[in-house]
T-cell receptor
């Protein structure tokens, strides 16, 4: 079974340009997450989709970031216009919740990340 | 919201030694604590996790301990090998809210 795939693996753009990152989750996984890691820092949460709906977008830095998941399958994350501080590795992860006691929990499967460099 | 702190940021050990990485969390409602390993240029992968109804879990050379009272959990790797070299991330989650919060990572270097 294919894992989480992300495209592109690396993107170098100039400040003010636009970049769109794509994530294909594991087939059948309802949950899709976007995370970002800046060098030496934590893997920071950006947002969470359940199917096509945004469950939590509290981590999105500002309105220059737009995430979509049309049809509940793949997702895109667009940065427009890009700024220097947007540089980092953007990870996508997916999961399928399993019932544990009275709550749900599922392992996160990560993609290999999209490294964004803004010059 | 949840905040996870992780120490040390880097850890160098000799092959065969033990390595311990420690994390603390702030939200007492968190009840799921996974550890991810990221090898250079690869994706983070789950290596072990623990839930709040147990205090310790072991899988071959790796173990995780959880102290809910003190709100900290640790990863223990025994008999380290060069292939254990990687960045390790701890994380915490309240399964009701479904967001996994990560620590800043520990770069482990195991020298032959």
């Amino acid at each position: 079974e294919a894992g989480v795939t992300q495209f592109p693996s690396h993107s170098v753009i100039e400040k003010g340009q636009t970049v769109t990152l794509r994530c294909d989750p594991i087939s059948g996984h309802d949950n899709l997450y976007w995370y970002r890691r800046v060098m030496g820092k934590e893997i920071k949460f950006l947002l969470h989709f359940v199917k096509e709906s945004k469950q939590d977008e509290s981590g999105m830095p500002n309105n220059r970031f737009l995430a979509e998941r049309t049809g509940g399958t793949y997702s895109t994350l667009k940065v427009q216009p890009a700024e220097l501080e947007d540089s980092g590795v953007y990870f996508c992860a997916s999961s399928q919740d399993r019932l544990w006691g009275l709550a749900f929990s599922g392992e996160l499967f990560f993609g290999e990340g999209s490294r964004l460099t803004v010059l | 919201g949840e905040n996870v702190e992780q120490h040390p940021s880097t850890l160098s050990v000799q092959e065969g030694d033990s390595a311990v990485i420690k994390c603390t969390y702030s939200d007492s409602a968190s009840n799921y604590f996974p550890w991810y390993k990221q090898e250079l240029g690869k994706r983070p992968q789950l290596i072990i996790d623990i839930r709040s109804n147990v205090g310790e879990k072991k899988d071959q050379r790796i173990a995780v301990t959880l102290n809910k009272t003190a709100k900290h959990f640790s990863l223990h790797i025994t008999e380290t090998q060069p292939e254990d070299s990687a960045v390790y991330f701890c994380a915490a989650k309240n399964t009701g809210f479904q967001k996994l919060v990560f620590g800043t990572g520990t770069r482990l270097l195991v020298s032959p």
